[in-house]
């Protein structure tokens, strides 16, 4: 019997030191007020959304908001969508000098909300937020980076609907609030604005192992991790024509291997991608890996 073993869950990690602030990615809401700076998106007076939307799973932000909530404060770090408004939404909202855990369900602008205790050793440094949502419960996390998160509220009362909703980031202050990464976890459903950017599937049986990846035409994907590859100039310290490739999940870099040529004598070049071998065409030529493939798609 050939059983089939696959995983429906979805992920995806927003590097800004990688990515930047890409337009792909995240929608700056009205004129400035959110930049790309030292590998962060930082927003001063601004707000934004991230493009890809998903639902069900585990949203991680690592966040710096620089001084404890005080009079005149207003951010919200969380789940939000414009078009629904307090509808199906959950977020930290910091107003003045209170901040709340809320939570708002498809048919109601009534929130459920938890007010917290303001954690000194949160202020001005990387803190991890975390948000899981499950079918009957919303829960929030918040600690020190490096150290665990603990939960500060749990909603159980006012839950959003299965509907797919975007990341949300907005600070009135003028002031830096720093996002250093916002990562999707285990989630139902992730779906991309643009599917150029990152979309995959994948499934494994007893006898094969097959995946395939849709990109722009101008990256190249690790497949250990499937982490965008970033190009480098490593290589071209031994060989000054060659091109590398930075993987920054593994913090490695994988080389250019050798440069063939087809029937047609166009070169193809060779490059070995976490531990298989693979030519820029996209196809894997590594026999333990013979029927697995990476397909490019022009954007």
Not at 51 to 56: C, D, E, I, S, Y
């Amino acid at each position: 019997m050939d059983t089939q073993l696959s995983s429906e869950r979805k992920y995806f990690f927003y590097d800004p030191t990688s990515y930047g602030l890409n337009d792909d990615v995240i929608q700056i809401i009205g004129s400035g007020g959110v930049t790309a700076v030292g590998g962060k998106l930082r927003v001063n007076n601004g707000k934004f959304n991230t493009l890809f939307q998903f639902f069900h799973g585990k949203l991680q932000m690592k966040v710096t908001i620089p001084t404890a909530p005080t009079a005149g404060d207003s951010r919200i770090i969380g789940v939000y969508s414009r078009a629904w408004g307090n509808r199906n939404a959950y977020y930290i909202y910091i107003n003045g000098s209170n901040i709340h855990a809320r939570t708002y369900s498809e048919r109601s602008a009534v929130a459920e909300s938890t007010a917290l205790m303001w954690d000194s050793s949160w202020t001005n440094t990387p803190i991890m937020i975390e948000f899981i949502q499950r079918i009957d419960r919303v829960e929030f996390w918040i600690g020190k980076l490096n150290e665990a998160t603990r939960r500060v509220a749990v909603h159980c009362t006012t839950i959003p609907a299965l509907t797919l909703m975007p990341v949300y980031v907005s600070n009135s202050n003028a002031d830096n609030m720093d996002v250093h990464f916002i990562n999707i976890k285990d989630a139902r459903k992730l779906v991309m604005a643009n599917p150029g950017f990152y979309t995959s599937t994948s499934s494994t049986s007893s006898s094969t192992s097959s995946s395939t990846y849709l990109l722009k035409s101008d990256v190249v994907v690790c497949v250990d991790c499937k982490m965008l590859l970033l190009e480098c100039d490593a290589y071209k310290v031994v060989k000054p024509y060659g091109v590398s490739y930075y993987c920054p999940a593994h913090q490695k870099i994988y080389d250019q291997l050798s440069c063939e040529y087809d029937d047609k004598n166009n070169a193809v070049e060779k490059y070995f991608l976490g531990g298989v071998q693979i030519n820029k065409k996209g196809k894997i030529i590594d026999e333990r890996f013979k029927e697995s493939k990476i397909n490019k798609e022009r954007a």
